[in-house]
């Protein structure tokens, strides 16, 4: 009578074939869910883009102008005392946003791209410029790439 020992467990090559499929499944996964913050991000900022927008058009329908470029976007937030002065202005956001990545968002009127231009340079900020980078506007709002050049 012969017997025969059997071992139970998983051989070496067993092993190894599910560690590279392991690999090869988080070789494609992990790229897609680290791009979801970038994406988040960019989706906070066109939020607020539109929010801002909003405050202008209340601003503009109150006071029948938008604020300046000089008077900027902290119109919204505290009277401008300079020209035109705005006779019936009332507080149009509660606190001005930053962009997602610390960056105020800029403004300008009348603008390039419309009558009055918002934007955010994006994860690069201000030094990225019209060069290329990645600028998020109240024109490009629609647009899934984003990569726009605009503002000032």
């Known amino acids: 009578m012969q017997l025969h020992k059997r071992f139970s467990g998983f051989t070496l090559i067993e092993v190894m074939v599910v560690v590279v499929i392991l690999g090869i499944l988080a070789s494609i996964i992990v790229p897609k869910i680290m791009n979801k913050p970038d994406e988040a991000r ?39 005392s300079t ?29 390039v791209h419309g009558p009055i231009d918002i934007w955010s340079y994006g994860p690069n900020g201000p030094s990225s410029g019209t060069n ?12 899934n790439g984003s990569n726009s050049s605009g503002g000032s």
């Open 42 to 80: 960019i989706v906070k900022a066109k939020q607020d883009i539109r929010a801002i927008q909003s405050a202008l058009e209340m601003y503009k329908l109150d006071n029948y102008v938008y604020p300046t470029t000089d008077q900027g976007l902290q119109a919204l937030v505290q009277k401008p």
């Open 83 to 111: 020209d035109p002065v705005p006779p019936h202005w009332k507080q149009y956001l509660d606190r001005m946003p930053i962009d997602p990545w610390g960056h105020p968002y800029q403004y300008l009127n009348p603008g």
């Open 132 to 143: 290329g980078g990645t600028v998020i506007g109240n024109w490009n709002l629609d647009d």
